[in-house]
């Protein structure tokens, strides 16, 4: 069974930087792909960024554009695969839990979760 599990959340500024790590162990092997998603107080859950697994092509919501960035850990491990998300010059608006999830291949969509990451950004 794959386990996905984030950490890297806290409490920040406005303006200042957080790196987001999500570790998915267990059976990868199959992973097409890998996102982050967030879902603040009273809103629907968004997906942030993503990562495909394989040729990494990246994307990312254009609200994060040029601020966050997904990457990947470039060792190559199908037992355990790592992202990260660099978010820098955070704004209030990116308070949220963060979520990461996995999309299988085959699969129509995200299926794997996390328990997700508090960022929460003070002005």
């Known amino acids: 069974q794959v386990q996905v599990v984030e950490s890297g959340g806290g409490l920040v500024q406005t303006g200042d930087s957080l790196r987001l790590s999500c570790v998915a162990s267990g059976p990868t092997f199959n992973t097409y792909a890998m996102a982050w998603f967030r879902q603040a107080p009273g809103k629907d859950r968004e997906i942030v960024a993503s990562i495909r697994w394989g040729g990494g092509a990246t994307f990312h919501t254009d609200s994060v554009k040029g601020r966050f960035t997904i990457s990947r850990d470039t060792v190559r491990n199908t037992a355990k695969k790592t992202i990260y998300l660099q978010m820098n010059s955070l704004q209030p608006d990116d308070t949220a839990v963060y979520y990461c999830?996995?999309?299988?291949?085959?699969?129509?969509?995200?299926?794997?979760w996390g328990q997700g990451t508090q960022v929460t950004v003070s002005s």
């Open positions: 999830a996995i999309q299988r291949i085959g699969g129509q969509s995200y299926d794997v």
